[in-house]
């Protein structure tokens, strides 16, 4: 496996992003790893990691790259400042970047993405035809639009071209049981594969180790159902 940071273009923007590529030649199956609100950090590398570690090769894209100190200057915080118009266009540069690379099987495309990269993970996959798979993992605020945008994730449900696993919190508020149906009525009736999983005692972040929310037992069961669905979709 080797991992580094990589720099590409997004509308005329450099966006950093942290790959790994697991030891071989490949063609590989890849997937796109959508950060959380505290960004790429070492929660998101380790996803990536282990991801490359088990065939795939893994990136996930700094989307806070348009942001700068003087933003920041009144106390808001980077994700405050994300417009969905421009997320959709880091998405898509990241898939192009993917879809570029020799080592990578280009018809072999998934993406997922904790909190607010569950949020991305919905919408990068109601956006982008070259997603064979999504697992967003306690993705809120679904059915807000963010920034200059007139439609929400959920809005744009109708655009997915893939099968969904997605993974809730049994004890959350946003998304909230109430959302899991709604989102389960929503894509029932479209006639997207999917399958929800919610986990009893596990709250928002359940996944992350860093966190006062980490739930081992649900953790150790979410993340072998979504290594199942990738293998089983890429």
């Known amino acids: 496996m080797a991992a580094s940071w990589e720099t590409i273009k997004s509308d005329g923007s450099d966006m950093r992003m942290y790959l790994s590529v697991p030891e071989g030649s490949g063609p590989f199956p890849a997937v796109l790893v959508s950060q959380h609100g505290p960004g790429v950090n070492e929660f998101i590398q380790d996803i990536v990691n282990n ?30 400042h994300l417009n969905d118009p421009e997320i959709v266009a880091d998405v898509n540069a990241t898939v192009e970047f993917l879809r570029s690379r020799p080592f990578v099987d280009s018809e072999r495309l998934g993406v997922t993405g904790f909190c607010q990269g569950g949020r991305t993970t919905w919408l990068a996959a109601a956006t982008n035809p070259h997603f064979k798979a999504a697992v967003p993992f306690f993705g809120g605020n679904i059915r807000v639009p963010v920034g ?47 399958q929800f999983y919610s986990y009893s005692g596990a709250d928002h972040a359940f996944m992350d180790y860093n966190r006062d929310r980490y739930q081992k037992e649900a953790s150790d069961i979410a993340w072998p159902r979504t290594l199942e669905f990738f293998a089983a979709h890429l």
């Open 148 to 194: 200059n945008s007139e439609q929400s994730p959920f809005d744009r449900t109708s655009g997915m071209k893939c099968p969904v696993l997605f993974h809730f919190g049994a004890l959350d508020t946003n998304p909230s049981p109430e959302d899991q149906a709604r989102y389960d009525t929503e894509m029932t009736r479209l006639g997207i594969p999917h």
């Open 51 to 80: 991801l490359a570690k088990e065939g795939y090769v893994a990136c996930a894209p700094e989307l806070y790259h348009r942001v700068t100190e003087e933003m920041l200057a009144d106390g808001s915080s980077a994700g405050q």
